[in-house]
């Protein structure tokens, strides 16, 4: 089965059209104080799983006519040039979400830090992607949003065909941390990783780091220091607040698990190379309406204003790949 040309397009489009959830919905409810402490830690890997390899030139698999549907997979290659992530092979969409000017590779680069967690196994490496005061992205047929300034990479169009991620019991991986030479505002609020409703109207989960918007007093979100991990943006009781982690130094390990068919989800972290920790059980969620994962920097503004960024601000990620955990134990390391 091959796609027709204009189909392609017209997936490339509609990608184009998302924004953020912060600046659609300002009316949202203040995120609950429901910190889940740090669980007991669980090995649940209940048979050895190996690490599904990901391509050998890091950019296979990508935003490509591809036929068959495949999980997204974001590891990337020692090898590989920022120049990669600008083509339809890439691993990530190389049309959105970024400024209009801008190619991927003015805003991604390879910074000397150790490979994360779920690049030891494969040899892959972490890269950066980065925003500026000219980071401002403007929706297909919508202004430009002033209020954020925003780089979000999405995964391959192959990797949302049958709604392959969005279906059944899938667990995303993802590392993150800070970018020393060009560090975040944490004084300002970041969505670093979510996934959104086909109809961008909702974030079933929401990553978020720095002060985050609307944050009730003493929640963990309020004062800056903590990585905070929201379910759905619209719950009916008010955003709940799943788990929260001080944001330190060093790769922060995540493992979103989703039960696409019982409506839970559940958390699992560490930091730096230490094996991944179930830290919260499977909690009711809302993961209806399909959509597309983001690995973003996307700083909304504080205030109803967006201060000039001195230079740049970056994220490093690294380890982004999804397991089909129907069958398999969510790999721990």
């Not at 996934?195 to 929401?206: G, I, K, P, R």
């Amino acid at each position: 089965m091959k796609f027709h040309p204009s189909t392609l397009i017209s997936l490339l489009i509609l990608s184009a059209t998302a924004s953020p959830l912060s600046s659609r919905n300002q009316q949202a409810k203040k995120p609950a104080a429901c910190t889940v402490g740090g669980g007991k830690a669980a090995n649940n890997a209940t048979k050895p799983v190996e690490a599904p390899k990901p391509a050998a030139n890091g950019t296979a698999n990508g935003n490509t006519t591809a036929a068959v549907a495949v999980l997204p997979d974001g590891r990337i290659a020692q090898g590989a040039v920022p120049e990669d992530f600008n083509v339809l092979a890439s691993k990530f969409k190389s049309a959105v979400v970024k400024a209009d000017g801008l190619v991927f590779s003015d805003i991604v680069a390879f910074p000397a830090v150790e490979q994360s967690l779920f690049d030891i196994s494969t040899n892959t490496k972490a890269f950066s992607l980065s925003i500026s005061d000219a980071a401002i992205f403007t929706p297909k047929g919508g202004a430009p949003d002033l209020l954020t300034r925003r780089a979000d990479l999405l995964p391959s169009i192959a990797s949302t065909l049958a709604n392959i991620a969005t279906t059944g019991k899938k667990t995303m991986h993802f590392s993150f941390q800070q970018d020393a030479a060009t560090p975040l505002n944490l004084t300002h609020d970041y969505q670093v990783a979510f996934l959104e409703t086909a109809d961008f109207a909702t974030h079933q989960f929401d990553v978020r780091v720095g002060k985050v918007v609307d944050a009730a007093p003493g929640s963990p979100g309020a004062d800056g220091t903590n990585i905070v991990v929201n379910g759905n943006s619209k719950n009916a009781a008010g955003v709940q607040t799943l788990f929260s982690t001080p944001f330190t130094a060093g790769f922060q390990n995540f493992a979103v698990q989703m039960d696409f068919d019982l409506n839970t989800i559940q958390i699992f972290h560490s930091t730096e190379n230490n094996p991944l920790v179930q830290v919260t059980e499977p909690l009711p969620n809302d993961n209806s309406g399909n959509g597309e994962y983001h690995f973003a920097v996307l700083k909304n503004a504080v205030g109803g204003q967006q201060p000039p960024i001195a230079g740049s601000e970056a994220v490093i990620f690294g380890g982004i790949f999804m397991q089909d955990t129907a069958v398999d134990a969510v790999l721990l390391q």
